[in-house]
């Protein structure tokens, strides 16, 4: 976990996060995509990024709103850190690539609740490692 903590520092610096607020404005937006990653990673394929990318300016999106999750594998905080620090590093990995303005409206994680399948504690689960990325123009 001492690990997590400092990479979360070093790279949610700018994140706001706030699930509640986050869930209001979702309708707003299209889901455009979503990041896999492997147990315990926050690391992101170059490959899917660059797909998002295409994805991104064909819909001249302009807005974009990030949401982490994790599976059960872990405790509680541990998937909380991890889903903020995937969403974080999709972040970080989109404005490496794309060439044109875009605006990060939210950036959260929401560790193993709200996940897409629902699972016991304890169990991994392939599709709730995930970032989902939503999209919007202005």
Do not use: C, M, W
Request: charged share 25%.
């Amino acid at each position: 976990i001492d690990v997590l903590e400092l990479k979360i520092n070093e790279v949610t610096s700018t994140l706001s996060i706030g699930s509640q607020e986050t869930g209001n404005r979702l309708s707003e937006y299209a889901l455009l995509g979503e990041i896999n990653f492997e147990l315990g990673s926050h690391t992101v394929a170059p490959a899917q990024i660059e797909i998002l990318i295409g994805v991104l300016n064909k819909f001249e999106t302009t807005e974009v709103l990030l949401i982490g999750f994790s599976d059960r594998s872990g405790n509680e905080f541990f998937n909380s850190t991890l889903s903020h620090l995937r969403a974080a590093k999709v972040r970080q990995e989109i404005e490496r690539v794309i060439r044109r303005p875009l605006s990060f409206t939210s950036i959260d994680g929401v560790g193993e609740f709200g996940a897409p399948v629902s699972t016991r504690d304890g169990v991994v689960e392939r599709k709730n490692r995930i970032v989902r990325v939503y999209g919007r123009r202005s």
